[in-house]
Antibody, heavy 119, light 106 residues
Framework: EVQLVESGGGLVQPGRSLKLSCAAS????????MAWVRQAPKKGLEWVAT????????YYPDSVKGRFTISRDNAKSTLYLQMDSLRSEDTATYYC????????????WGQGASVTVSS | DIQMTQSPASLSASLGETVTIECRAS??????LAWYQQKPGKSPQLLIY???SLHTGVPSRFSGSGSGTQYSLKINSLQSEDVASYFC????????FGAGTKLELK
């Protein structure tokens, strides 16, 4: 069974940094692209970042480009999201997702990590 | 960015009823469309990919159709466990999601 467990969320002041982790199990982590998707309170879903299976290519929307960095450690089956220069609008639940079938299809999701950016 | 317009925003239906949710893309997405279900307090779960392919383990009362810029999700014989929000998502380009449809029981 695929399991994705996020950690590292919390309350952080504007302008500060936070790093999320996602521990994966139940599948061959190194064979799949992975993504982060966020959901602001009572709002819809927003794709945040994707990394290819080997880690050589990363993709971001303009809203986080230059501030967020996705990375992975295939030896540890762990995905990361480094978030710098955080803003109040980054407040959301952040989900780790496995991409399957094809690029962009998220076929398994974690339970989410809550990030609140506030002074 | 490709914009996804989903309708309706909310929907109330009775048990056993057939429900349809629509999604329109701002340009042709060549069937690069997925549907997700999110139950209250839970993470999203994949239902449909490639516009009409059922994800493993998803009940057959769920189906997807469409092409070009217009797509739909149909739920036949609505069950109580189908109460959830539903999101469409295109992946022809960098992923973008529709705003969601909240489905409630009448």
């Amino acid at each position: 069974e695929v399991q994705l467990v996020e950690s590292g969320g919390g309350l952080v002041q504007p302008g500060r940094s936070l790093k999320l982790s996602c521990a994966a199990s139940g599948f061959t982590f190194s064979s799949f692209a992975m993504a982060w998707v966020r959901q602001a309170p009572k709002k819809g879903l927003e794709w945040v970042a994707t990394i290819t299976s080997g880690g050589s290519n990363t993709y971001y929307p303009d809203s986080v480009k230059g501030r967020f960095t996705i990375s992975r450690d295939n030896a540890k089956s762990t995905l990361y999201l480094q978030m710098d220069s955080l803003r109040s609008e980054d407040t959301a639940t952040y989900y780790c997702a496995k991409e399957g079938y094809t690029f962009g299809v998220m076929d398994a999701w974690g339970q989410g990590a809550s990030v609140t950016v506030s002074s | 960015d490709i914009q996804m317009t989903q309708s309706p925003a909310s929907l109330s239906a009775s048990l056993g009823e057939t429900v349809t949710i629509e999604c329109r893309a701002s340009e042709d997405i060549y069937n690069g469309l997925a549907w997700y279900q999110q139950k209250p307090g839970k993470s999203p779960q994949l239902l449909i990919y490639n516009a009409n392919s059922l994800h493993t383990g998803v009940p057959s009362r769920f189906s997807g159709s469409g092409s070009g810029t217009q797509y739909s999700l149909k739920i036949n014989s609505l069950q109580s466990e189908d109460v959830a929000s539903y999101f469409c998502q295109q992946y022809y380009d960098y992923p973008t999601f529709g705003a969601g449809t909240k489905l409630e029981l009448k």
